[in-house]
């Protein structure tokens, strides 16, 4: 069974650092796409970014890009999403999810996710 | 920039049909995936490529995409068809793209 565990929720100050992790297990780690996905109190999905975990090119959203750093640990089968300084604006939970492959057809959605982790960010 | 439009809330009874729109410039062209999220849950997916359910999902969920509007039809909803529902698009040529979400209320 396909399954991704994130860490725990997290509760920090303005300006602190942080990283987060996605533990996932049942499939070979370096073949799928891992996605970072934000969702803000009361509002909808969007999309950070994504690692490829077999040879680590990453893709970030504009929105995203040099606020967030996707990494991933080939060794442990793990990603992660960390920021090095938070703002109160980054309170929001945080999904990561696994693109689908069919054979070597990589696939336009995430078929599987993280239960997430709600980041608290407050002075 | 691209955007794909969804209705804020859609209200349907018991029993009857509920359809929930994902409009955008084009997307007949491209594959749209839904995804239901229940309140305090992840989102899980239920239509992928169009109008392909998952393993485990109800053949009650479909889906359509033709010209500017995709469209997740629920047939005999139920109570616990209740949740947030979402429109997705990515293909090789763009970043992931999600619809603003859809809340489906079970009257």
């Known amino acids: 069974e396909v399954q991704l565990v994130q860490s725990g929720a997290e509760v920090k100050k303005p300006g602190e650092s942080l990283k987060i992790s996605c533990q996932t297990s049942?499939?070979?780690?370096?073949?799928?796409?891992i996605g970072w996905v934000r969702q803000m109190p009361g509002k909808g999905l969007e999309w950070m970014g994504v690692?490829?975990?077999?040879?680590?090119?990453?893709r970030y959203s504009p929105s995203f890009q040099g606020h967030v750093t996707i990494s991933a640990d080939k060794s442990i089968s793990t990603a992660y999403l960390q920021w090095t300084s938070l703002k109160a604006s980054d309170t929001a939970t945080y999904y990561c999810?696994?693109?689908?492959?069919?054979?070597?057809?990589?696939?336009?959605?995430?078929?599987?996710w993280g239960q997430g982790t709600l980041v608290t960010v407050s002075s | 920039s691209h955007v794909l439009t969804q209705p804020p809330s859609v209200s349907v009874a018991p029993g009857q049909t509920a359809r929930i729109t994902c409009g955008g410039n084009?997307?007949?062209?491209?594959?749209v995936h839904w995804y239901q999220q229940k309140p305090g849950q992840a989102p899980v997916l239920v239509v992928y490529?169009?109008?392909d359910r998952p393993s485990g999902i109800p053949e009650r969920f479909s889906g359509s995409n033709s010209g500017t509007t995709a469209t997740l039809t629920i047939s005999r909803v139920e109570a616990g068809d209740e949740a947030d529902y979402y429109c997705?698009?990515?293909?090789?040529?763009?970043?992931?793209?999600f619809g603003g979400g859809t809340k489906l209320s079970v009257l």
């Open positions: 999810a696994r693109r689908a492959v069919w054979g070597v057809i990589i696939t336009g959605y995430f078929d599987t």
């Open positions: 049942g499939y070979s780690f370096t073949s799928n796409w």
């Open positions: 690692i490829y975990p077999g040879d680590s090119d990453t």
């Open positions: 084009n997307i007949g062209l491209k594959y």
């Open positions: 490529d169009d109008s």
């Open positions: 997705q698009v990515w293909d090789n040529n763009s970043d992931p793209l």
